[in-house]
């Protein structure tokens, strides 16, 4: 004697299909959400990097206004000034390295028409652009 059963599939959950879309849609929608906070830490890094520029350039003028009109460390074509002035008290808490994991550098020129340079090394030539994009020069 032979009998009709029917079996019962009792397995439940999501099949990889399923799990495999409702991956792909939120994938979906939060990659504008992660593009947009990638821009804004690329912003964020250009706006510290370009306040600690102007910070030690800022602690330098009133370093040589109130030297004589002498640059930090001009001796040396200012290539200690950043230590010197954390030394003297005009700069606060500039950290010993940039936002790009670099250091600062100075330097400056004694001759007629007296400059001083703070340079920041980046990791990328496009940092580097970027960077440049947003400061000003004094060159005429």
């Not at 830490?41 to 040589?64: F, G, H």
């Not at 007296?114 to 990791?123: G, I, L, N, P």
């Not at 030539?125 to 970027?130: R, S, V």
């Amino acid at each position: 004697m032979r009998t009709n059963s029917t079996m019962v599939n009792s397995n439940k959950g999501f099949t990889l299909i399923e799990l495999l879309a409702v991956m792909l849609i939120t994938s979906i929608l939060i990659s504008p959400y992660i593009y947009q906070k990638t821009v804004e830490l690329k912003e964020e890094r250009v706006r510290i990097t370009l306040s600690e520029l102007s910070d030690i350039a800022t602690s330098a003028q009133n370093y040589a206004a109130e030297q004589s009109l002498k640059w930090p460390d001009e001796d040396n074509q200012c290539s200690s000034a950043i230590t010197l002035l954390r030394n003297e008290g005009y700069l606060g808490s500039l950290s010993d390295s940039s936002i790009y994991d670099t250091s600062y550098s100075t330097s400056c020129t004694n001759s007629s028409g007296k400059r001083f340079f703070v340079e920041v090394v980046t990791q990328t030539a496009a940092q580097a652009e970027i960077l440049a994009s947003h400061l000003s020069s004094s060159e005429a």
